[in-house]
């Protein structure tokens, strides 16, 4: 992203106007986050709640049910995800241990806090305990059921992006042969609880794996309206940003197996700010650029050229110490440990976060709105929704948990990839 300019407070203060008489307060606030735990050196949970209510984040993600973070998070008025450990899913086919899970882990924190979805496992796709997916989503929604909760609380699961066989054109886009299977099951489960597909998609990793043949614009989302990107030949639709490409590649998949009207949803996307020497493209530069871009997009209430809407999942909240891996998987996030940002993409570093109580209400910091250098042009892309769905755009930046489970972001991209971008 372009070094962000000083703007004067009165230029600032009319943007805000014109800002918010067109887009509405609402779309500025529904600003959403993962909030990873596998770091020795993090915020605790009620100054994590200072953090994001200070940066208008309304809606979260963990990566499992952490009792401190839930009691943290009561009255906070922030929307919640939790997530349901990899390991635990056997034993959660089973009806009364789901009825017991829910009844310890969920229960007891609703209403005060808002608990809005439960993913069953991260990131199964075709290991071993893909079998036990659907059995333990079925188990759970029916325990929230018996509970009174299911009206509210989605139950689901995020896939990686290699469940994907094709994604280019996104018209050509289908499951993976081992996945298919399962995949109509749990397509069939999430149609009949009208439930959203999660998926996580990196633009970041494909132009790390073929920075010579994919454009870095492209993944950027540095294309806006201009002819530059692609164009699917079967739907004529232009994509000027690879994100938005992939999204749609899983829309067409999901069709192919008979399910056209399941909203997609991403539940983590975002760029590290830092790698190792043979991790083309990890700089801060980038990543203020992709974040930043992306923001943009979506506080402009911009969806796919397929689906007029789409909720982004922004991975991730902190730069997290203590995950394994290459350099980069340490810092995906938009924040220091302290709470202090970590590049500028309008989001404020709240020095109160350590000191700040629970549910304070958080006052406003005027440096917030450099998210906002440059509005967007009103790009209208050509809309083609398969039937008439209505999902909900909103921006959300999501964490990864402190719990075993499969590295997110380790070859997540499939090998079919536009070979001139």
Request: charge should be negative.
């Amino acid at each position: 992203m372009e070094k962000c300019t000083r703007i004067n407070a009165a230029f600032l203060l009319q943007w805000f106007l014109i800002f918010f008489l067109e887009f509405g307060l609402q779309r500025v606030s529904s600003l959403g986050i993962n909030y990873g735990q596998l770091g020795d050196n993090l915020l605790q949970p009620h100054q994590v709640v200072s953090l994001l209510r200070s940066n208008n984040i309304s809606k979260t993600r963990i990566y499992d049910t952490n009792p401190q973070i839930l009691t943290a998070f009561a009255n906070s008025d922030v929307e919640l995800i939790v997530t349901i450990e990899n390991a635990m899913l056997p034993e959660l086919t089973n009806t009364q241990a789901a009825l017991q899970w829910a009844s310890t882990h969920i229960k007891p924190f609703i209403p005060a806090t808002k608990i809005t979805g439960i993913e069953v496992g991260n990131e199964i796709d075709a290991t071993d305990l893909l079998a036990y997916l659907v059995p333990a989503m079925s188990s759970i929604h029916k325990a929230l059921s018996q509970l009174g909760l299911d009206s509210y609380i989605k139950v689901s699961t995020p896939f990686s992006y290699s469940v994907i066989e094709e994604s280019y054109p996104p018209s050509a886009g289908s499951f993976k042969s081992e996945v298919s299977g399962v995949m109509s099951q749990l397509l069939q489960f999430l149609s009949s609880t009208k439930a959203p597909f999660w998926i996580n998609a990196y633009p970041y990793f494909a132009y790390k794996d073929n920075s010579k043949e994919i454009s870095l614009d492209y993944v950027l989302f540095s294309n806006a309206g201009s002819s530059a990107g692609v164009t699917d030949p079967s739907s004529n639709l232009h994509y000027d940003n690879m994100l938005y490409a992939q999204v749609d590649a899983v829309t067409y998949a999901m069709a192919k197996l008979g399910f056209d009207g399941i909203e997609v949803k991403v539940a983590e996307t975002g760029w590290p700010s830092k790698g190792d020497a043979n991790e083309i493209g990890a700089s801060i530069e980038n990543a203020a650029i992709y974040n930043g871009n992306l923001l943009n997009r979506q506080l402009a209430n911009e969806g796919t050229p397929l689906r007029p809407r789409l909720d982004v999942y922004v991975f991730a909240l902190f730069n997290e110490n203590m995950k394994p891996g290459p350099t980069s998987e340490r810092n995906f996030g938009l924040f220091q440990h302290d709470g202090t940002v970590a590049y500028n993409v309008g989001l404020s570093g709240s020095s109160s976060a350590s000191t700040s109580a629970p549910n304070s209400t958080p006052q406003p910091q005027a440096h917030q709105l450099q998210i906002l250098i440059q509005p967007l042009p009103h790009h209208h892309p050509q809309h083609q929704p398969l039937q008439n769905h209505q999902p909900q755009l909103q921006i959300q930046l999501m964490p990864h948990q402190p719990q075993p489970q499969p590295q997110p972001h380790q070859n997540h991209q499939p090998h079919h990839l536009p070979r001139s971008l």
